[in-house]
């Protein structure tokens, strides 16, 4: 899991990226506009919005008038998705959209977008959003052996599904993308303070060079369609089990990338963790032991991604009001330290589930 730094150990560091070069991507979706989004879609909302815990896109949770439930019939809230413009395509965003609906025709626990009139992605005043039903849930209790090998047989059968054909539009997690591309633009809009920028990229480069190798040893593992970003966050559980949610980050890579975030505490904690999850989910995929070996890999390059993400996102009023610990001294003397650890995690011999 990705570690919180506490506030106010430092001033901000921002070279680079004070001066937004472009209008805040959300600046003109008003109150107003989301409900008139809605209602072009066959929708009659009551006016009753909630912003819901997102920074990438926007969600809102909209009320419905009585009747005014279109095709949901006489539910009365949805949940309207706006992307964040300039992320997706609008390919990329109907591939999401289409594997999500396949999985939900095979009975699979997912959240598909609402098609209306057959499509899925509708346009508004410049916006791009989707339109979703309201699903309740908590969060899934990860401590408890039968909860691990639930999530394991349903990701079993997201993957069985994924793996039958390929994303066409949808990029691939890989350590180009998720890690030299974020070191290089950190490194280049310089935004790590002038006296810690060399021993972070030293350390980056030790850690990309510890990824690689880690994919050069797995060899040629499968790379299929995945959730792409599975963690606790985006699964709602019920008495009835699991509901995913959020396939935004949805594309190919290694299946081991949509159950290491499952795991959490010691090397001793996670094995058991890991056995439960792959008890679950052998019953519906065959797993390639070769990708236990990219696990800390993986959570490598998402560390590395994380930042530059944070980064770019830096003139979205929202971040700096939801990360006040980003971008200061401290925040980049952990980044150091926290790379270093990763490249002698990798060192380490891969995770074996046990009981």
């Not at 009023?317 to 971008?327: G, K, L």
């Amino acid at each position: 899991m990705l570690r919180r730094v506490k506030p106010n150990r430092g001033r901000p560091y921002n070279a680079g990226m004070t001066e937004p070069a472009t209008q805040p991507p959300y600046a003109g979706l008003t109150p107003d506009l989301v409900l008139d989004a809605v209602e072009s879609a066959g929708f009659l909302a009551d006016g009753r919005q909630f912003a819901l815990n997102s920074y990438e896109n926007r969600v809102y949770q909209v009320g419905l008038e009585e009747g005014g439930g279109g095709p949901l019939g006489e539910a009365r809230f949805l949940v309207a998705k706006f992307y964040r413009p300039g992320r997706w395509t609008d390919a990329q965003i109907a591939e999401e959209h289409d594997f999500a609906t396949e999985l939900a025709e095979r009975e699979i626990p997912v959240v598909p977008p609402l098609a209306i009139g057959g499509q899925t992605l509708f346009h508004h005043a410049g916006f791009r959003f989707a339109l979703f039903p309201r699903r309740g849930g908590r969060a899934p209790e990860l401590e408890d052996p039968d909860t691990l090998a639930w999530l394991g047989r349903f990701i079993g059968r997201i993957h069985a599904l994924g793996a039958a054909r390929a994303f066409v539009h949808r990029p691939a997690l890989d350590v180009q993308g998720f890690g030299i591309d974020a070191r290089d633009w950190l490194l280049a809009h310089d935004v790590i303070p002038p006296d810690l920028r060399e021993a972070w990229a030293g350390a980056a480069a030790l850690a990309i060079e510890g990824a690689q190798h880690a994919f050069q040893r797995a060899r040629e593992v499968a790379h299929i369609r995945l959730h792409g970003d599975c963690h606790a966050g985006n699964v709602l559980w019920t008495a009835g089990g699991p509901h995913f949610v959020d396939f935004d980050d949805a594309r190919t890579g290694p299946a081991v990338q949509d159950l290491w975030m499952l795991l959490s505490g010691d090397r001793a904690s996670m094995s058991a963790q890991l056995y439960h999850v792959l008890r679950g989910y052998e019953d519906f995929a065959e797993f390639d032991d070769r990708e236990l070996g990219l696990v800390e890999a993986l959570r490598t390059l998402r560390l590395l991604h994380y930042s530059a993400w944070l980064a770019r996102r830096w003139n979205d009023p929202a971040f700096p009001m939801a990360f006040p610990w980003f971008n200061t001294q401290r925040y980049w003397q952990d980044r150091v330290l926290e790379l270093k650890e990763q490249v002698a995690a990798m060192q380490e011999p891969p995770l074996v589930p046990a009981r």
